[in-house]
């Protein structure tokens, strides 16, 4: 059943760490047997303002609009414009979104985080918590 479930995996790449976390997130879920999307690898990175419409195609009309549930890293100061972007794209279509934040508990983050994002979806704080909600699309009835 999951290896028809396809889960995007959105996050800023503007460091190595945060490319790192982004594939343990893309290695958790296909260990669970999942497709997965994670749009630096299947589509490439941005270098330069003529890349926006190959990336744009890619990862918003390819992997999004194809994906079933979405895993969103929230690590850092702020939410990265395009994960933003991508979680109430998820929303308005009515896919299901799960939050990753590992740097900081959710209370200290009120502030930069939104309460629109902290009400939009479960936050979970690390990869084990992100697997148990993960292994509720396992059952029958998956709720998020």
Not at 56 to 83: P, Q, R, W, Y
């Amino acid at each position: 059943m999951k290896k028809n479930i396809q889960i995007y995996i959105a996050g800023k790449i503007g460091t190595e760490n945060e490319k790192i976390l982004l594939e343990k997130v893309d290695d958790l879920c296909r260990k669970m047997g999942f497709r997965t999307f994670l749009p630096h690898r299947d589509v490439g990175i941005a270098k330069n303002i003529g890349d926006s419409k190959r990336i744009f195609e890619g990862d918003i009309k390819i992997g999004l609009k194809n994906s079933d549930i979405v895993v969103a890293v929230l690590d850092g100061l702020h939410v990265g414009a395009g994960t933003a972007w991508e979680l109430g794209y998820a929303y308005s279509k009515g896919t299901p979104s799960i939050g990753l934040k590992t740097d900081e508990p959710i209370s200290s983050a009120f502030e930069y985080l939104s309460s629109i994002l902290i009400e939009s979806m479960p936050i979970v704080a690390s990869l084990e918590e992100l697997r148990q909600r993960l292994a509720i699309f396992g059952e029958t009835n998956p709720t998020v």
